[in-house]
């Protein structure tokens, strides 16, 4: 058959196409019988048959059919970009939230690094500015017995030598009644050329073998003949406070 010259016709699909060829086709055949003479006109009696116009052309009907077809493909299309645009919204959303809580915990670890590193320094700055600790005045003993019994126990404790002030003294008192320049002629050290001298009667050799650092070297000197006689009682009897005649 051939195909029907309408306008818009090659825009329609292949259904629209069908329905306006049938169209057409009934169309036509009604001519063809109203041409062609029937019973009615044998009987000599001649009608007319009358073609009623069909109520819509094809090109109204394809192009209403198209807006319905775009129109509902236009909202699927938009629906699905109204989707999409959500997602990809919510997407950034956390992204954002993301990257904002690493630049708040990069941020924060870094303080708290700055703040370490600090803390040390500012601690030792203060250490480093602290003005140096004084050193303990030095003490003062009476240049008398007690001051020079005193100054020979820091002496001799300073050393891990042993004795008390009441055994220092006890012994002191028997031997030279307190006198530094005491001196024995007329025992047998004496006799061997070796009296005992000082406060506790000590003699050369002694004095010079249990001689203490940091002392004098005259025998005489209160301080050195205490300490001295102190480390040779340490060493014989264990302390000064165990000697209790000449020894």
Known sequence: MPVPTIPGYSRLSKVHKFSVAGIAAAGVAAVTFAAVPGSAEANGDTQSIAVKPVAQDSTTFGTKAQQEALTKQSGSFAAQAKTEAH????????????????????????????????????????????????????????????????????ILHSQGIPGSYEG???????????????INNWDSNAVAGI?????????????????????????????????????????????????????
Not at 168 to 179: A, D, L, V, Y
């Open 168 to 182: 220092i003294k006890r012994n002191i008192m028997r031997e030279s009644t307190g006198n530094p320049q005491a």
């Open 87 to 154: 997602t990809k919204a919510a997407e950034a959303k956390q992204k954002a939230e993301a990257d904002a809580k690493k630049t708040v915990g990069a941020a924060k670890a870094k303080a708290d690094k700055e703040r370490s590193g600090k803390a040390p320094a500012n601690r030792s700055e203060k250490r480093a500015a602290a003005p140096a600790p004084k050193a303990p005045a030095p003490r003062h003993y009476g240049d008398n017995l007690e001051g020079w019994i005193r100054q020979s126990l820091d």
């Open 195 to 247: 009296p005992s001298k000082g406060l506790l009667q000590v003699i050369d050799p002694t004095f010079k073998q249990y001689h203490v650092a940091g002392t004098s070297w005259d025998i005489y000197d209160p301080v050195a003949n205490i300490t001295a006689a102190c480390k040779y009682a340490a060493d014989r009897y264990g302390s000064m406070d165990n000697v209790n005649s000449a020894y």
